[in-house]
Nanobody, 117 residues
Framework: QVQLVESGGGLVQPGGSLRLSCAAS????????MGWYRQAPGKQRDLVAR???????DYADSVKGRFTISRDNGKNTVYLQMNSLKPEDTAVYYC???????????WGSGTQVTVSP
């Protein structure tokens, strides 16, 4: 069973930084695409960043230059480094994994990020 466990969320002031982590179970992690979505209250869930098995990355325009996604295949973990945080970054952040083996997408339970003075 694929499990994703996010950590690293919290309350931070504008201009601050946080690093989110997503630890994944399973043996095929290195073959799978990973990424982060976020959902603010009353809004749809939107892509923030993603990284392929070949470590190609893609970002939402709103976070380019501020957020960096990376992965450590030895630790089965994907990271989202968030710098220069803004109040509009406030949301629940969800890790996802697209499995090459099962051809399915799996989701974590989410971690809250709040950016406020």
């Amino acid at each position: 069973q694929v499990q994703l466990v996010e950590s690293g969320g919290g309350l931070v002031q504008p201009g601050g930084s946080l690093r989110l982590s997503c630890a994944a179970s399973g043996r095929t992690f290195s073959q799978d695409a990973m990424g982060w979505y976020r959902q603010a209250p009353g809004k749809q869930r939107d892509l923030v960043a993603r990284i392929t098995s070949g470590v190609n990355t893609d970002y939402a325009d709103s976070v380019k230059g501020r957020f960096t996604i990376s992965r450590d295949n030895g630790k089965n973990t994907v990271y989202l480094q968030m710098n220069s945080l803004k109040p509009e970054d406030t949301a629940v952040y969800y890790c996802y994994r697209w499995s090459m083996l099962t051809q399915k997408t799996y989701w974590g339970s989410g971690t809250q990020v709040t950016v406020s003075p």
